[in-house]
């Protein structure tokens, strides 16, 4: 396998400093190109875009790409519990092994998390890599509290404390691969499907082509998302799901009598809301909305 602390873009960015940030920074309502996000901003900005980003990654590299959110951990609200399968499975038997809650700061960042700390790199005193060469979008990274608590448990199981970062792991167990080409590409591809008359080279690196068109991509995702097709199960997760399709679901729990104000942003009430809707017509009660469940609200 490739080592991704020997990637050539590598850089050690200051993973403290960044969740920092992101714990401390506004959530803005921001609904602008990324170019446009205001210095300092938090990346949770561009959730609606990182999850459509986070969901064409899955649909390059089908079972390979999965959550962790179901193991013992307690995560940011900001972070995108997502790795390598072969990292889950080691991920898992670590946490089982200590038999303690591992708190979360940080995992997946998608390219749009990146662009925006790079694009504010100058105004930033701590190292950021460009989008696609951060250990981040490899697939294969954590930052956790109390990392010297957690080093026996994860190096058994493969994964390794990087120097210089003290709450950043990497695994670099077998059975996997460096995901920042895939990053790239799955932004590529939804750039491409959204605007086939300024399409950009679907190559999986991070050109100027690819950057201009990074920049001038809407915060809150594309209008045509990559489950336009086959629409993503609805649910309460951490980060909380957005987009145009929680919005269409809330629009219908409203006019069928339920107490939501629609905001684009799957919480608690909204869950609330699809499990009384379960309930009341005789269904196994689930919290998840379907797109079969979504047509039968109305
Ligand atoms: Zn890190």
């Given at each position: 396998?490739a080592?991704?602390h020997?990637?050539?873009?590598?850089?050690?960015e200051?993973?403290?400093?960044?969740h920092?940030?992101?714990k401390?920074?506004?959530?803005?309502s921001?609904?602008?190109?990324?170019?446009?996000?205001?210095?300092?901003?938090s990346?949770?900005?561009?959730?609606?875009?990182?999850q459509?980003l986070?969901y064409q990654?899955?649909?390059?590299?089908?079972?390979?790409?999965v959550?962790?959110?179901?193991?013992?951990?307690?995560?940011?609200?900001?972070?995108?519990?997502?790795?390598?399968?072969?990292?889950?499975?080691?991920?898992?038997r670590?946490?089982?092994?200590?038999?303690?809650?591992?708190?979360?700061n940080?995992s997946?960042?998608?390219?749009?998390?990146?662009?925006?700390?790079?694009?504010?790199?100058?105004?930033?005193?701590?190292?950021?890599?460009?989008?696609?060469?951060?250990n981040?979008?490899?697939g294969?990274?954590?930052?956790?509290e109390?990392?010297?608590?957690?080093?026996?448990f994860?190096?058994?199981?493969?994964?390794?404390?990087?120097?210089?970062?003290?709450p950043?792991?990497?695994?670099l167990?077998?059975?996997?691969?460096?995901?920042?080409?895939?990053?790239?590409?799955?932004?590529?591809?939804?750039?491409?499907?959204?605007?086939?008359?300024?399409?950009?080279?679907?190559?999986g690196?991070?050109?100027?082509?690819?950057?201009?068109?990074?920049?001038q991509?809407p915060a809150?995702?594309?209008?045509?998302?990559?489950?336009?097709?086959?629409?993503?199960?609805?649910?309460?997760s951490?980060?909380?799901?957005?987009?145009?399709?929680?919005?269409?679901l809330?629009?219908?729990?409203k006019a069928?009598?339920?107490?939501?104000?629609?905001?684009?942003?799957?919480?608690?009430?909204?869950?609330?809301?699809?499990?009384?809707?379960?309930?009341?017509?005789?269904?196994?009660?689930?919290?998840?909305?379907?797109a079969?469940l979504?047509?039968?609200i109305?």
């Amino acid at each position: 396998m490739a080592n991704p602390h020997k990637h050539a873009e590598f850089i050690v960015e200051a993973c403290t400093e960044d969740h920092h940030r992101n714990k401390t920074a506004a959530r803005a309502s921001f609904n602008g190109l990324l170019q446009e996000a205001p210095s300092g901003v938090s990346t949770s900005i561009a959730n609606a875009l990182s999850q459509q980003l986070i969901y064409q990654m899955q649909l390059l590299e089908p079972g390979k790409f999965v959550s962790f959110e179901d193991l013992n951990v307690d995560l940011d609200s900001a972070a995108f519990p997502y790795v390598q399968a072969s990292a889950r499975d080691a991920l898992a038997r670590a946490i089982a092994a200590r038999g303690e809650v591992m708190q979360v700061n940080s995992s997946y960042r998608t390219v749009a998390q990146q662009m925006l700390l790079y694009n504010d790199r100058f105004n930033n005193s701590n190292p950021v890599a460009p989008p696609g060469a951060s250990n981040h979008q490899t697939g294969l990274a954590i930052d956790i509290e109390d990392p010297r608590g957690w080093d026996p448990f994860l190096i058994e199981q493969g994964w390794e404390p990087l120097g210089g970062d003290p709450p950043h792991f990497d695994y670099l167990g077998d059975d996997v691969v460096d995901f920042r080409a895939t990053a790239i590409l799955a932004f590529q591809k939804l750039w491409n499907l959204n605007n086939p008359s300024a399409a950009i080279d679907e190559d999986g690196s991070f050109g100027p082509g690819t950057e201009s068109a990074l920049l001038q991509t809407p915060a809150t995702g594309f209008p045509i998302a990559p489950w336009a097709d086959s629409p993503r199960p609805l649910r309460l997760s951490t980060p909380r799901m957005e987009g145009a399709d929680v919005f269409a679901l809330q629009e219908k729990l409203k006019a069928a009598g339920f107490a939501i104000a629609p905001d684009g942003e799957l919480g608690p009430k909204t869950a609330e809301a699809i499990q009384e809707f379960q309930k009341k017509k005789g269904l196994e009660v689930t919290g998840i909305a379907t797109a079969d469940l979504v047509n039968q609200i109305g």
